[in-house]
């Protein structure tokens, strides 16, 4: 199983940037997939889950609104629109992949929100 991240780095406040995570080793359609965010001192929380065949299931209250999962089965992608980013937007983002007892993580990638 390998995710490679892209798209993080550094934006100033009230930027965008899209987070792509292509997956491969595992059935990619069936999974559902996610976004998750741990910022510096703070407990890993979820940012926004869609199912495998593209509901977006659930995201956290402090993103909606400004952020947007989707998913490319066809490129085994999984994509998140980040809009009027904050400061506290700042943390690793991880792409995670789920079915059944089978949980899959990526390596974490950078987004840092600051002027």
């Known amino acids: 199983v390998q995710f490679v991240e892209s798209g993080g780095g550094l934006v100033q406040p009230g930027g965008s940037l899209r987070l792509s995570c292509v997956a491969s080793g595992f059935t990619f359609s069936s999974y559902r997939m996610s976004w998750y965010r741990q910022a510096p001192g703070k407990e890993r929380e979820l940012v926004a889950a869609?199912?495998?065949?593209?509901?977006?299931?659930n995201s956290a209250d402090s993103v909606k609104g400004r952020f947007t999962i989707s998913r490319d089965n066809a490129k085994n992608t999984v994509y998140l629109r980040m809009n009027s980013l904050k400061p506290e937007d700042t943390a690793v983002y991880y792409c995670?992949?789920?079915?059944?007892?089978?949980?899959?993580w990526g390596q974490g990638i950078q987004v840092t929100v600051s002027s």
């Open positions: 995670n992949a789920r079915y059944g007892w089978y949980d899959y």
């Open positions: 869609i199912t495998s065949v593209g509901g977006v299931t």
